[in-house]
């Protein structure tokens, strides 16, 4: 079944290749000017009028030489099966500046998988998948050959009638009626998923059985679930590493860790991370904590990837390790101490995107070793780094050294040193913890318990003295009334003086007593107490030798000048959470730059390319290409598009994978990425973790259901219709899943009832803003931490009567609709206009913040996008973010402005149909989300996303 589901996977990815009318750019053309090859100059300039490099010689353009004709009755489209202009034959060609058609240089033409038998629903089938194959197994190299525009037509036009047994003139195929129209687009198909489909076809020879993790992730079943691990000094021995210094981890963050820690090869781990819980600070600590593990056993510094879907999601991640902020001054820790490296992070572009990642100074590279990897690897930037490193060790261990050997020894050492007292610490602390049971910091404990002794001791003083008395008392009873006790006037004589001297709180005595008696039970008294007292001292003791050696160990450190007495305040230190905390901050952050230095020591020591290696990707040469860069950037990050080409290697005349390469494997926003996309690339690597929220923007699927359902049948996954249900349940599908949903089927834990773990604690957005979410689709499960807005003094939103959860009503019958998306000018200009009034007041409330972060606008609509950039002025159009919701998932800013674009009669049907939208709408605002537009449009219903978003909201103008 392995076999079947990589052949599903990859064929699910080899049916993408499409092409979407609604988003790209068109024109027609006869059939008469499609066949001689000459496009009219008018269709040439319209395709290519924006085009900035309107100076090539040729220009890509794809030809859709048949279409399936829409047809409507009553105003309703009959087809229910396809799309609206659905195209069934595409072909690739080269357009000149005089409009003369050329072939192409390398794509084919192609028939989409989705309308070749075999189909689940057959009424779309043009014809056969293996006519296809055959066809192009028999003509590829003469498509190749093709020089002139008639040769081409005519194998195209022959591949048409063989395929679907119709003339290209035919308006009809298999009772499926064509359009005569033939549509021609400008080319911009670029086949991104080439190094998916090659890997693909490696693990289909047999390769996906090397790989756990691939295994483990393309299985059907779940995996078997096991008890969640609590925190404890055994577990937090573990954590050796944090990469920022401000702030421990969360309790979430913290339980993520833990988990991590415990994997093996092969296991997956899921993390279910809504917006604003720290998922970026928890992928740091991840790899900070593996890079110090290695780094404190003196192995190869680990591979690390960390890759998504889009572009944006990784670029956050090269951010997010390009930022990291320094903790003291006193040091030199936390500089690089090699020449040319500013990043924690090195950037795998395609090539399309190299000028981008240039542009924002990332670190970037790329298999074969050009840019950063070159820059850093040449003699002139060695030789400098050997010389600033040198220099930097002296200065931070304030001695001479004259050697890399004698650094790498002292950098090393230190790092043990560190560690050493990371787990003492630990185990002083749960040796306190597990003698004082209420969370009580040491020095109160010892002030208190002290106090208790001496409470006890002047206890102890005071029961003997009471026992003198007791004596004294009784010597005073004439001796007679003691003989005469047998008769009762006597007896109640004695009963009466005794009664007379027990003091209120001597509850424990009676005047049926004797002395005899009272001095029995004081003398037990007396006892308790001393031994209460004795055993306190003995505590006492204990606890001050704790205190004693804990402090032994924080002087030791700041002796060593690695820490200050200010970094380490034992009297914060209550429970394990905050000892945790404290040492996040303090040594762990500390030793992840010691093996930030360990490494760049050993990359100093290192091999380097030969001459004849350089541009080579044979398996040595990678290998140490990677090694090299993984001791200066312990993170490399990539599109899951490139990462199967970063482990192909070219080995006697044939490529080949170096499966399990990988030490970690970070997806990140996988509730975005499809499954086909990146199962892939599971197999390059020994384990993963999986980050995502099934809660934010679904992944674009290109892949219809009744598609999809062939697929898996073609494959062999299925053998009936309804086993595709079995899919869907485990994620192993591609038209409707993510990868988060497979890794949550992977993942050996669960919490709140779902599989995965779940970052809990939510500091982003004020209260008032994320109980939205936290009601919508969160269960109730996230923590805000950030407090309310209207309580917080210092939010000068107050001031200007701007609601942390507002609307603001623009009255509207009916919005517009153009090129199938909605707009609305009123909304538009009433938006503009107040933006216009506001931003100059809102740049003086957040003087200290950049401007671009203040305001963002989000609509649900392209066209509204386009109208509300056309009102703003010129001035504000670079400050304010104006997009859809889909471009905002992943930022945040103070303030968010949702346009609802609707009108009052129109409802507001695409806000409502899926709960994600506003979740991620909402939750990327900070301090205020303002909805701007027409009350009327939200639903009365409070069980639909608009309709408690209508009940909440709080009306200001």
């Known amino acids: 079944m392995n076999l079947q589901i990589t052949q599903y996977f990859r064929d699910s990815v080899a049916a993408k290749l499409s092409i979407d009318f609604k988003k790209s750019t068109y024109n027609t053309v006869s059939f008469q000017n499609f066949k001689q090859g000459e496009i009219p100059e008018i269709t040439f300039q319209n395709l290519f009028s924006k085009d900035k490099k309107h100076s090539e010689d040729f220009k890509e353009v794809i030809i859709v030489a048949k279409t399936i004709k829409t047809t409507y009755k009553s105003q309703e489209k009959i087809q229910k099966n396809t799309e609206e202009l659905a195209g069934i034959f595409f072909i690739p060609a ?187 600070t928890l992928l740091q600590t991840l790899v900070a904590n593996l890079y110090v593990e290695k780094a404190l056993k003196k192995e190869k510094a680990p591979f690390i990837v960390a890759s998504s879907t889009n572009n944006q999601a990784v670029t956050n991640i090269i951010e997010s390790f390009g930022k990291i902020e320094k903790k003291w001054s006193h040091t030199n820790l936390e500089n690089r101490w090699v020449d040319s490296v500013n990043s924690l992070a090195v950037y795998f572009p395609s090539s399309s995107k190299v000028t981008e990642a240039t542009t924002k100074g990332f670190h970037h590279t790329n298999p074969l070793g050009d840019h950063f990897f070159e820059t850093v690897e040449s003699a002139e930037n060695v030789q400098k780094s050997k010389e600033k ?8 261990f304030n001695t001479a050294i004259h050697s890399l050997n004698e650094c790498e020894k002292q950098i090393s050492n230190r790092l043990q040193q560190i560690n050493n007292a990371n787990s003492i610490l630990l185990n002083l602390f749960n040796e306190y913890f597990d003698i004082c049971q209420i969370e009580k910091n040491i020095n109160t404990f010892i002030s208190d318990i002290d106090n208790e002794i001496e409470v006890g001791k002047v206890q102890l003083e005071n029961l003997k003295l009471r026992v003198n008395e007791w004596q004294e008392e009784c010597k005073k009873i004439p001796f007679y009334y003691h003989w005469l006790k047998f008769l009762p006037r006597f007896k109640q004589k004695i009963q009466d003086r005794i009664n007379t001297f027990i003091n209120i709180e001597e509850d424990f005595l009676n005047d049926q007593m004797d002395l005899e008696n009272i001095i029995s039970i004081y003398s037990s008294i007396i006892k308790d107490v001393r031994k209460s007292i004795q055993d306190k001292e003995q505590v006492s003791k204990k606890v001050k030798e704790i205190k004693l050696h804990i402090q032994e160990v924080i002087d030791n450190l700041i002796c060593l000048n690695v820490i200050e007495s200010k970094d380490i305040d034992i009297s914060c230190v209550t429970n394990i959470n905050q000892l945790n905390s404290l040492l996040d901050t303090s040594l762990r952050y500390l030793s992840f730059w010691l093996a930030v230095h360990y490494y760049e020591c050993r990359w100093l020591k290192a091999s380097r390319l030969s001459p004849k290696q350089k541009g080579k990707t044979f398996e040595n040469v990678l290998n140490l290409v990677y090694e090299n860069l993984s001791m200066l950037t312990p993170c490399f990050v990539m599109t899951f598009y490139q990462l199967p080409k970063l482990l192909r290697a070219y080995e006697e005349k044939q490529h080949k994978y170096l499966y399990n390469k990988i030490d970690l494997l970070i997806v990140d926003e996988a509730g975005q990425v499809t499954p086909e996309i990146a199962a892939c690339s599971f197999s390059l690597a020994k384990q993963a973790v999986v980050v995502g929220d099934i809660y934010q923007i679904e992944p674009v699927w290109n892949i219809h259901r009744y598609l999809d359902l062939s697929l898996a049948k073609a494959a062999g996954v299925i053998r009936q219709k309804n086993e595709f249900e079995i899919l869907t349940t485990s994620g192993i599908n591609t038209s409707d899943s993510s990868v988060m949903k497979v890794a949550c089927k992977s993942c050996n834990y669960e919490k709140f009832g779902e599989r995965g773990l779940f970052l809990s604690e939510h500091r982003r957005c004020y209260d008032e803003i994320i109980d939205y979410c936290n009601k919508l689709v969160y269960k109730g499960h996230l923590e805000p931490k950030r407090g309310l807005g209207i309580q917080d003094k210092d939010c000068k939103l107050n001031e200007l009567s701007i609601p942390h959860f507002g609307h603001y009503q623009i009255n509207s019958i009916q919005s517009n609709k153009r090129a199938g998306s909605r707009f609305n000018e009123i909304e538009a200009k009433e938006i503009a206009n107040w933006v216009v009034d506001n931003f100059e007041q809102l740049k003086a409330v957040y003087s200290k913040t950049d401007p671009k972060n203040i305001l963002g606008i989000i609509t649900p609509f392209k066209m509204q996008v386009s109208a509300i950039k056309k009102e703003l002025p010129n001035e504000l159009k670079s400050l304010v973010s104006v997009g859809t919701v889909h471009t905002f998932q992943g930022g945040e800013r103070n303030i968010i402005i949702m346009s609802t674009v609707y009108g009052k009669s129109d409802g507001c049907y695409f806000i409502d149909a899926s709960k994600s939208l506003l979740n991620v709408a909402v939750s990327r605002a900070k301090d205020s989300f303002l909805v701007f537009g027409e009350i009327g449009c939200l639903s009365n219903s409070e069980t639909v996303p608009s309709g408690m978003l209508k009940k909440i909201v709080t009306k200001f103008k």
């Open 94 to 280: 080269l357009i000149n500046t005089h409009g003369k058609l050329l072939p192409p240089e390398i794509k084919t033409p192609w028939i989409p998988r989705e309308y070749l038998f075999p189909l689940i629903d057959e009424t779309v089938a043009v014809g056969h998948l293996e006519t296809f194959d055959n066809y192009m197994s028999n003509y590829s190299h003469e498509f190749k050959k093709c020089t002139d525009w008639e040769t081409y037509f005519n194998l195209c036009k022959c591949m048409y009638e063989q395929i679907t047994g119709h003339t290209l003139l035919d308006l009809v195929v298999n009772d499926i009626e064509l359009e005569e129209t033939i549509y021609i687009f400008k080319d911009e198909t670029i086949i991104a998923t080439r190094n998916i489909l090659a890997l693909y076809d490696d693990l289909i020879k047999g390769n996906y059985k090397h790989s756990k993790l691939y295994l483990n992730f393309i299985k059907k079943e779940f995996s078997h679930l096991k008890p969640l691990i609590k925190n404890s000094v055994y577990e937090s021995r573990k954590h050796i590493g944090q990469m920022g210094g401000e702030y421990g981890l969360s309790p979430s963050q913290r339980e993520c860790l833990i988990h991590f820690n415990n994997m093996e090869e092969g296991e997956i781990l899921a993390v279910n991370g809504p917006p604003g819980t720290g998922k970026t």
């Open 389 to 396: 490193f040198m220099q930097e060790s002296a200065t931070y």
